[in-house]
């Protein structure tokens, strides 16, 4: 057996083990060691794990994943997703289907202080469902815009899987960061217009609720802007240099912490609770990576992607072409795979070839492109039916909810991904233009 079939029996030997509900750090690890013996034997496997952990988790760039997941378990202790919540419903309740807009906005604003979509879904349907259904919100339209709500938790930076994108493919997290700032601000806008347009045709979906004064949009504005101060110093301060990553996720979850104390919504309980979910996380997170790395290191020895990157720049396709079924292939593994699983996956296969690959730009760029269009593939996937993960969370909250209700309302907010994903492989200065400003 060749190399390039060993690296092929790997790959699809991991995905075979993650469909048969094997965890997904431990498949990884299965497949990668498996094809890494293979092809180098025993012992150099052995020699490797005996050095990987320390000289992959020694990284010191990584000490942002736990500080960024520490800012929003402080700001869900904090009672923080309730503030935004709440000023959002003032300034766009009134709207047509204003509740489902207000939820959009909210997780668009505590994906901004989290990074994480499982966090941001759950958090805010505690808040923002029964909000809804008390005003006759349909069950599609409600647990829809909650599932697709929930993904601007890694679409709008902090984002926890941009900053393993990042260290993979040795990228600035700053440069990532804004650059998800556009596609993030586009995503919040085309949910609001699909809710607009489902009360358009369903209009008894939701009722309409009274304008709030302009008092309460005051007060509940007031509420909420230091969020919004700790947001644009963490991310503008990592951009403009004023201090590393890790200098500024530390920034933000002490900022995130003082906030949430100096409101009363969290106790000194809630900060143990805190740091343990935070610990429990990084480590589930941490473990995958080295599964990851395991994986990738056998892929390299097989050198089944340089030759998988040859073959396709062979074939007689446009880049903007293959790049499109890259996409393709995102949103079909999107539909079954956990969104960090599946970007460490195929990181390793799919990156030799984008960079083979002439877009008329520096590989710098291509990779940011890249990794941009990546993060909104895997958001896709995170709710697309019949296995998005977060159309299961939302559901799992949602008891009295049949989900075949929960397919029907996501499917306009797919839709716009899909047409978010063609928009910026067409015009990649969405994701380009803030960064090309430094």
Not at 249 to 275: E, K, N, P, Y
Request: hydrophobic content about 55%.
């Amino acid at each position: 057996m060749s190399r390039f079939d060993i690296g092929l029996w790997m790959f699809f030997g991991a995905l075979t083990l993650i469909a048969l509900r094997m965890p997904v750090a431990v498949a990884m690890l299965v497949a990668g060691g498996a094809g890494y013996a293979a092809i180098n034997g025993m012992t150099p496997l052995l020699n490797t794990l005996k050095s990987l952990t320390f000289s992959k988790f020694a990284n010191y760039t990584l000490t942002v994943i736990p500080l960024f997941l520490l800012m929003g378990e402080f700001a869900t202790k904090g009672g923080l997703n309730t503030a935004l919540f709440r000023a959002a419903r003032a300034w766009f309740g009134h709207w047509r289907g204003g509740l489902a807009v207000a939820t959009i906005g909210g997780c668009a604003a505590f994906g901004a202080i989290c990074g994480s979509s499982f966090a941001t879904a759950a958090t805010m349907s505690k808040v923002a469902g029964p909000e809804m259904r008390r005003f006759g919100y349909s069950p599609a339209l409600a647990t829809g815009t909650l599932a697709a709500g929930g993904t601007l938790g890694i679409l709008i930076p902090p984002s926890v899987i941009l900053v393993i994108y990042a260290v993979f493919t040795e990228q600035s997290i700053g440069a990532l960061f804004i650059a998800a700032v556009i596609p993030g601000v586009l995503a919040a806008v085309q949910y609001a217009v699909v809710v607009n347009l489902y009360m358009r045709f369903f209009p008894g979906a939701a009722a309409r609720l009274d304008r709030a004064p302009w008092r309460e949009r005051t007060e509940s504005s007031r509420q909420v802007w230091p969020v919004l101060l700790v947001f644009g110093l963490v991310v503008v301060g990592i951009y403009r240099g004023w201090f590393s990553a890790t200098e500024g996720a530390g920034v933000g979850a002490f900022a995130t912490m003082v906030l949430a104390f100096w409101r009363g919504g969290m106790r000194l309980t809630d900060l143990g609770q805190s740091l343990l979910a935070t610990g429990e996380t990084t480590a589930m997170m941490f473990l995958i990576m080295l599964g990851a790395e395991l994986f990738s290191a056998g892929l390299a020895s097989s050198q089944m992607p340089t030759l998988f990157a040859q073959k396709v720049g062979a074939l007689d396709a446009s880049p903007v072409t293959i790049m499109l079924a890259i996409m393709v292939a995102y949103l079909i593994l999107g539909s079954f795979m956990e969104s960090l699983a599946m970007v460490l996956l195929t990181i390793p296969v799919f990156i030799p070839l984008v960079l083979s690959l002439d877009f008329g730009m520096s590989q710098d760029a291509v990779l940011v492109w890249f990794g941009i269009l990546l993060l909104v593939s895997v958001e896709v996937g995170m709710i697309s039916p019949p296995f998005g993960l977060n159309l299961f969370l939302i559901n799992g909250l949602a008891k009295d909810v049949a989900m075949k209700e929960t397919y029907k309302g996501v499917l306009g907010f797919c839709a716009m991904d899909v047409l978010r994903i063609v928009l910026l492989v067409f015009f990649p200065a969405l994701a380009l233009w803030l960064p090309g400003l430094r």
